[in-house]
């Protein structure tokens, strides 16, 4: 008897829909990144996930803003 997906070896695809702790390979969403500021050129290391207004630290320039709303 076939089964219509093969649970050994999940597509990429359904991992990556999956909760993070129900992966195969548990794996977290949120990642840090480099950010160049487009007014001084230099380099800031942010959150993903940040949920505050991130300036950048030569020039005060906005970086980056949370846009998903906190559910109390």
């Known amino acids: 008897m076939q089964l219509a997906k093969d649970l050994m070896h999940?597509?990429?695809?359904?991992?990556?829909r999956?909760?993070?702790?129900?992966?195969l390979v548990q794996s977290p969403n949120s990642y840090f990144m480099d950010v160049k500021c487009p007014g001084c050129y230099r380099i800031s290391t942010i959150f993903s996930h940040a949920q505050v207004v991130v300036p950048c630290?030569?020039?005060s320039r906005v970086l980056c803003c949370s846009f998903r709303r906190k559910h109390h």
């Open 57 to 59: 630290g030569g020039c």
């Open 10 to 16: 999940p597509s990429c695809a359904d991992e990556r």
């Open 18 to 23: 999956r909760h993070k702790k129900k992966r």
